[in-house]
């Protein structure tokens, strides 16, 4: 749901961007926050159309990539399917595994796995500043 810290930092972004608030965008980014799912952009576009009907493909897109630049939102691709976007304010880090065949997201966390990932970032002098890990294969039903 949108709260009113995302809607701050979107605002926000938005002014330091130059670009005004309007009613879609709040609209786009109330949609998007109350999906809480991995979510294309044609899926948000198809359940805004139903509320918006003057709606354009091409703002809900343009909308989606501002939240990703602002941190409210993450782009998921694999390979030549459409982007997902899944929420990433106040939501835990987790990793995915992504199965191949039907494209299905399963999310996952392992704190030895975040461990090893600053002890491998420290033993090459490296200062991670944020990281993405995703598996890919097959799912129990696929496989």
């Given at each position: 749901?949108?709260?009113?810290e995302?809607?701050?930092?979107?605002?926000?972004?938005?002014?330091?961007?130059?670009?005004?608030?309007?009613?879609?965008?709040?609209?786009?980014?109330?949609?998007?926050?109350?999906?809480?799912?991995?979510?294309?952009?044609?899926?948000?576009?198809?359940?805004?159309?139903?509320k918006?009907?003057?709606?354009?493909?091409?703002?809900?897109?343009?909308?989606?990539?501002?939240?990703?630049?602002?941190?409210?939102?993450?782009?998921?691709?694999?390979?030549t399917?459409k982007?997902?976007?899944?929420?990433?304010?106040?939501?835990?880090?987790?990793?995915?595994?992504?199965?191949?065949?039907?494209?299905?997201?399963?999310?996952?966390?392992?704190?030895?796995i975040?461990?090893?990932?600053?002890?491998?970032?420290?033993?090459?002098?490296?200062?991670?500043?944020?990281?993405?890990?995703?598996?890919?294969?097959?799912?129990?039903k696929?496989?």
């Amino acid at each position: 749901m949108a709260t009113s810290e995302s809607k701050e930092i979107f605002l926000s972004y938005l002014k330091k961007k130059g670009l005004r608030n309007t009613s879609q965008r709040e609209e786009i980014l109330h949609t998007f926050l109350k999906a809480d799912k991995h979510i294309t952009v044609d899926e948000l576009y198809n359940v805004l159309k139903k509320k918006c009907p003057d709606i354009g493909y091409a703002t809900v897109h343009r909308n989606i990539k501002l939240m990703c630049g602002c941190g409210l939102a993450d782009e998921i691709k694999i390979g030549t399917q459409k982007a997902r976007y899944e929420q990433k304010y106040e939501h835990e880090h987790h990793d995915h595994l992504i199965c191949l065949k039907c494209g299905k997201f399963i999310e996952v966390k392992d704190d030895r796995i975040e461990k090893l990932q600053d002890k491998l970032a420290e033993a090459n002098d490296f200062k991670p500043i944020r990281h993405k890990m995703e598996i890919y294969g097959l799912c129990k039903k696929c496989s």
